[in-house]
């Protein structure tokens, strides 16, 4: 009975502390669709200034919903959000808007890396 019991919490403590993967919200999954939507709307030169203000807007959301979860998301969302900033401000200085762009793309994958778990082509969970 003693082993029994040692077992089973054994096994709840293997649950508890396993590196669980869990599927994102509906509003998380949002978010990240916009970042898509914009970041490509940008990349083809698509109301650049328009779309990376919306970007920073998306990026404020984003970073709320990270708050204090990990240093590489604060990170991060630090950098996607002053990249957008500076690409909004960017105007016909194309070398601004590619710098600007670099940092947001630094921020997307630096999260990516660090809390995205690719299931398929058109499914992630959050790590
Ligand atoms: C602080 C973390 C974080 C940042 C910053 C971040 N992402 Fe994500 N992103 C995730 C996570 C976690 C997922 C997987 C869960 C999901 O799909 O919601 C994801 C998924 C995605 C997806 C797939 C959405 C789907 O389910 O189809 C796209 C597209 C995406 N991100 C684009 C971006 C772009 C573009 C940026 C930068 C402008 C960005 N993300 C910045 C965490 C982040």
Known sequence: MRILSLT???LMLAVATMPAAEK????HVKMMKDLGAQ???IRKSVDV????AAMEETMKAVTKYWA?????AK??????TAGAAAAAKAGDDKAALGAAMKMVGAGCKGCHDAH???VSD???LIK
């Open 8 to 10: 089973f919490a054994g």
């Open 24 to 27: 994102p919200s509906a509003e």
């Open 39 to 41: 970041m490509g709307a």
């Open 49 to 52: 200034a328009k779309n990376a």
């Open 68 to 72: 204090s979860k990990s240093d590489a």
């Open 75 to 80: 990170k991060a969302c630090a950098d996607s």
């Open 116 to 118: 995205r778990e690719k």
């Open 122 to 124: 058109t499914e992630y």
